[in-house]
């Protein structure tokens, strides 16, 4: 009987499901959103209940329409938005607060506090990160002070998670308490090099031990899928985060190889093999996967404005009514006619890092149009990606031999050969470009043997588009120059704003 595995997609905006069939080929997804909250300028909440019906009905809906019997099925994987903060009652299950998400920016003074503790360099050494509140630890710190629950905590009542843990309670039968250790290591909780909680970060946050997840592999049988839900009781087999299911789905087993998702922003993480990198460069080091008890590292740098850049041509400038035309539009074009844009609308991130800098669009002249704008947009998603690369590359020492893409921009022929062109490297589309999904569903593969190792992985990952530089590299030199030229006179420009 032909096996299969359903991924659990828990993201920011919506949750999804998917069947995979033994060939890693999608049989039928399905999706729904739910609301986001925002009670306050730069709070952003979920509502638990929406989190997990949404994800619930995700799930019964696909395996309806697939027609899939429910004894073909041989695993679940679940992955998530990372950093996302829930507390629950360990007794009844309820949430005892709304989910507070990685974007929320609550918790900065907690995070001014530790830098000013003269915390910042060991959470770098430790844990890899960059003190922000982005990751979840400010955020449990916060609810526990919030809600006056430190008794509590200390007494074990209640349970933190990130949103794997809060969905693995409640799906697996018994209600484990567990988070895998590629969400562990984006809570600024985790010590990356000797895989536990760290004690020093937890008394800095005032966090006790007792309400922490136990932390399992990112591939491996947790438990039994609650058979109320399904009408079978279906190993749930996989937890990780997003982007590093997406590494996974990627195929990026050896160390160097990197992976970009081109989304809302972009995601560029590279395997560094089983030891964290360093970064000179204001990158972050985390853990991409752990199977077996090893753990496997990656390095990961984001580009805040992405596909956000095309969302404003669209929406605040007018110059275009759909996305899918600037491929058209930037083909129509024999060159970017010396027309920069640098879509910096909330700061540079790395290798930059200047919260000051802010969008500009420079090197504009009597003969600049339409074309050379949209053109000039999807260039920086080009160029910024570059940055990161090149960053990584300096970091570890290795020139890439090729970078993997997926997400909604991926499918932007003209994007993807400029990418190649700066990069100077190939660059590879799967046939499956929901790689976030597919990693989930490999990693349970993996675990109940419907893929026996990473070799027969390999072996089912499929190419769709390969793209190798059409630049030379003279002409490389000149439009990067162009580029960091352009990133130059960005910077620094709201710093009168400090006050």
Same mark, same amino acid.
């Given at each position: 009987?032909?096996?299969?595995?359903?991924?659990?997609?828990?993201?920011?905006?919506?949750?999804?499901?998917?069947? $995979?069939?033994?060939?890693?080929?999608?049989?039928?997804?399905?999706?729904?959103?739910?609301?986001?909250?925002?009670?306050?300028? /730069?709070?952003?909440?979920?509502?638990?209940?929406?989190?997990?019906?949404?994800?619930?009905?995700?799930?019964?809906?696909?395996?309806?329409?697939?027609?899939?019997?429910? &004894?073909?099925?041989?695993?679940? /994987?679940?992955?998530?938005?990372?950093?996302?903060?829930?507390?629950?009652?360990?007794?009844?299950?309820?949430?005892?607060?709304?989910?507070?998400?990685?974007?929320?920016?609550?918790?900065?003074?907690?995070?001014?506090?530790?830098?000013?503790?003269?915390?910042?360099?060991?959470?770098?050494?430790?844990?890899?990160?960059?003190?922000?509140?982005? $990751?979840?630890?400010?955020?449990?710190?916060?609810?526990?002070?919030?809600?006056?629950?430190?008794?509590?905590?200390?007494?074990?009542?209640?349970?933190?998670?990130?949103?794997?843990?809060?969905?693995?309670?409640?799906?697996?039968?018994?209600?484990?308490?567990?988070?895998?250790?590629?969400?562990?290591?984006?809570?600024?909780?985790?010590?990356?090099?000797?895989?536990?909680?760290?004690?020093?970060?937890?008394?800095?946050?005032?966090?006790?031990?007792?309400?922490?997840?136990?932390?399992?592999?990112?591939?491996?049988?947790?438990?039994?899928?609650?058979?109320?839900?399904?009408?079978?009781?279906?190993?749930?087999? @996989?937890? @990780?985060?997003?982007?590093?299911?997406?590494? $996974?789905?990627?195929?990026?087993?050896?160390?160097?190889?990197?992976?970009?998702?081109?989304?809302?922003?972009?995601?560029?993480?590279?395997?560094?093999?089983?030891?964290?990198?360093?970064?000179?460069?204001?990158?972050?080091?985390?853990?991409?996967?752990?199977?077996?008890?090893?753990?496997?590292?990656?390095?990961?740098?984001?580009?805040?404005?992405? /596909?956000?850049?095309?969302? *404003?041509?669209?929406?605040?400038?007018?110059?275009? &009514?759909?996305?899918?035309?600037?491929?058209?539009?930037?083909?129509?074009?024999?060159?970017?006619?010396?027309?920069?844009?640098?879509?910096?609308?909330?700061?540079?991130?790395?290798?930059?890092?200047?919260?000051?800098?802010? /969008?500009?669009?420079?090197?504009?002249?009597?003969?600049?149009?339409?074309?050379?704008?949209?053109?000039?947009?999807?260039?920086?998603?080009?160029?910024?990606?570059?940055?990161?690369?090149?960053?990584?590359?300096?970091?570890?020492?290795?020139?890439?031999?090729?970078?993997?893409?997926?997400?909604?921009?991926?499918?932007?022929?003209?994007?993807?050969? $400029?990418?190649?062109?700066?990069?100077?490297?190939?660059?590879?589309?799967?046939?499956?470009?929901?790689?976030?999904?597919?990693?989930?569903?490999?990693?349970?593969?993996?675990?109940?043997?419907? *893929?026996?190792?990473?070799?027969?992985?390999?072996?089912? *990952?499929?190419?769709?588009?390969?793209?190798?530089?059409?630049?030379?590299?003279?002409?490389?030199? @000149?439009?990067?120059?162009?580029?960091?030229?352009?990133?130059?006179?960005?910077?620094?420009?709201?710093?009168?704003?400090?006050?």
């Amino acid at each position: 009987m032909q096996q299969y595995v359903i991924a659990l997609d828990q993201g920011t905006t919506s949750s999804r499901a998917v069947i $995979f069939d033994e060939q890693a080929r999608i049989v039928a997804m399905k999706s729904y959103e739910f609301e986001q909250i925002y009670p306050q300028p /730069g709070w952003v909440e979920h509502d638990p209940a929406a989190i997990l019906n949404t994800q619930v009905d995700a799930l019964r809906e696909v395996v309806r329409i697939s027609g899939v019997p429910l &004894e073909a099925i041989a695993a679940i /994987g679940i992955t998530n938005q990372r950093e996302t903060t829930l507390l629950w009652d360990r007794k009844t299950g309820r949430p005892l607060y709304n989910a507070i998400v990685w974007q929320c920016r609550r918790t900065a003074p907690i995070i001014r506090r530790l830098c000013d503790e003269g915390m910042e360099p060991y959470i770098r050494e430790t844990t890899g990160l960059v003190p922000d509140a982005y $990751f979840s630890g400010s955020k449990l710190s916060w609810l526990l002070d919030h809600l006056d629950l430190h008794e509590r905590a200390e007494r074990g009542e209640i349970c933190f998670g990130t949103v794997d843990s809060y969905l693995a309670w409640n799906l697996i039968s018994g209600r484990p308490h567990v988070t895998d250790a590629t969400n562990a290591s984006r809570t600024m909780l985790f010590d990356i090099h000797k895989n536990t909680w760290d004690d020093a970060l937890l008394r800095a946050l005032n966090i006790p031990r007792a309400v922490l997840p136990d932390v399992v592999d990112s591939s491996g049988v947790i438990g039994m899928l609650d058979p109320a839900i399904l009408g079978r009781a279906i190993p749930v087999a @996989a937890l @990780a985060g997003d982007q590093h299911s997406a590494l $996974f789905g990627q195929g990026c087993f050896e160390s160097g190889m990197m992976k970009n998702t081109y989304g809302t922003g972009c995601f560029l993480l590279m395997n560094t093999g089983d030891a964290p990198a360093k970064s000179q460069n204001g990158l972050v080091s985390t853990i991409a996967w752990r199977i077996g008890g090893k753990c496997t590292y990656a390095l990961e740098g984001s580009v805040f404005v992405a /596909g956000a850049a095309i969302q *404003w041509l669209r929406d605040e400038m007018k110059l275009i &009514e759909r996305a899918s035309e600037t491929e058209t539009i930037a083909r129509s074009l024999a060159d970017n006619g010396g027309v920069y844009m640098v879509p910096t609308f909330t700061g540079l991130g790395a290798p930059y890092w200047d919260m000051y800098s802010r /969008g500009t669009i420079i090197g504009l002249t009597r003969g600049t149009g339409r074309a050379h704008i949209v053109r000039a947009a999807l260039e920086s998603i080009a160029y910024q990606s570059a940055d990161l690369v090149f960053a990584m590359a300096s970091d570890c020492g290795q020139k890439p031999r090729e970078l993997r893409v997926d997400g909604g921009a991926s499918a932007n022929q003209f994007l993807m050969q $400029f990418q190649a062109d700066v990069l100077g490297c190939r660059v590879i589309r799967p046939s499956v470009i929901e790689t976030t999904a597919l990693g989930a569903a490999l990693l349970a593969g993996l675990a109940v043997g419907v *893929w026996r190792d990473m070799d027969a992985i390999r072996r089912v *990952w499929q190419m769709d588009l390969s793209l190798t530089p059409q630049m030379d590299e003279a002409q490389r030199e @000149a439009v990067l120059g162009g580029w960091h030229k352009a990133v130059q006179r960005s910077m620094r420009w709201a710093e009168e704003d400090r006050a």
